[in-house]
């Protein structure tokens, strides 16, 4: 079973409930391939992923480290965010209608429901351990002082707190050192050896997934046409999955 425990990182209780937002070509591609998309954390657009915090660096920068105070440091995050993929989930019983409609209005847009216990379950045929992370939100100008990169991974700024994200992650540092191992703190090609590793080391990592074993509900946008369900409901048929397919009603005048 690839699920590890990791002494520094909170694993919500497997009761948690799941939710992964997702256009419909995505939702077809992920039951199709039985795949997962685990994203190499450089791709996210937050450039403050896995990165030290403003108030770790102003620290930092006080500090003698060798001919350079904060150069050795600061590339150690630059490699981790290069080493750890990540899948994402947001948490919580209820959905959320600021997540619909970050991932689009009107556009096919449908969230796929599961638990903890379940994600564990389906991910249990993959060959790397993956680790579970409820996301911690921290304030950036503040120092945590977490060297762990599977920690940093896992922290986001406050602004984000909104998402109430739970992350699987992969610690990929073997595919960082075979493909491009990192010099000496004072190496003047340092930057070179990063676009390197950055051009060598796959994007993403396709992770097996179980989606009979993982789903226990597919909720349609409120926003979406009324043919989508249907056409949800038929995909689903064809794949084979007996799971129950709703529609959304956040946005449903009551009569009554």
């Known amino acids: 079973m690839p699920y590890e425990l990791h002494p520094e990182i909170t694993t919500p209780a497997d009761d948690t409930v799941l939710w992964r937002y997702m256009d419909f070509a995505k939702f077809v591609h992920m039951i199709d391939t039985k795949k997962l998309w685990f ?22 920068s006080t500090l003698a480290l060798g001919s350079n105070p904060i150069k050795g440091h600061v590339r150690i995050p630059e490699l981790m965010r290069r080493s750890n993929f990540v899948n994402c989930w947001r948490s919580g019983p209820h959905e959320s209608l600021a997540m619909w409609d970050l991932y689009g209005k ?21 060959t790397r351990p993956v ?3 409820k996301v911690d939100y921290v304030d950036w100008s503040q120092a945590s002082w ?8 896992a922290r986001k700024d406050i602004s ?11 610690w990929g540092h ?7 191992p990192p010099g000496p703190d004072d190496d003047p090609n340092w ?42 409901e038929n995909v689903m ?15 449903t005048t009551r009569t009554k």
């Open 39 to 60: 994203a190499r954390q450089d791709q996210f657009e937050d450039p403050l992923e896995g990165t030290y915090t403003d108030g770790e660096l102003k620290v930092l």
């Open 106 to 126: 009107g556009s096919g847009i449908v969230a796929v429901k599961s638990t903890v216990a379940l994600l564990k379950e389906a991910l249990e045929d993959f």
């Open 131 to 133: 680790f579970i992370a």
């Open 146 to 153: 977490s060297n762990n990169g599977l920690v940093m991974c």
């Open 160 to 170: 984000y707190q909104h998402e109430g994200e739970v992350r699987a992650m992969i």
């Open 174 to 180: 073997d595919l960082v050192l075979v493909s491009s």
């Open 191 to 232: 930057e070179k050896t990063l676009v390197r590793a950055a051009e060598a080391i796959p994007v993403g990592l396709p992770v097996p997934f179980d989606s009979q074993r993982f789903l226990t509900e597919v909720v349609v946008g409120p926003r979406e046409q009324r043919w989508v369900a249907p056409l949800v």
């Open 237 to 251: 048929k064809i794949y084979g999955l007996p799971h129950p397919v709703s529609i959304s009603n956040r946005l």
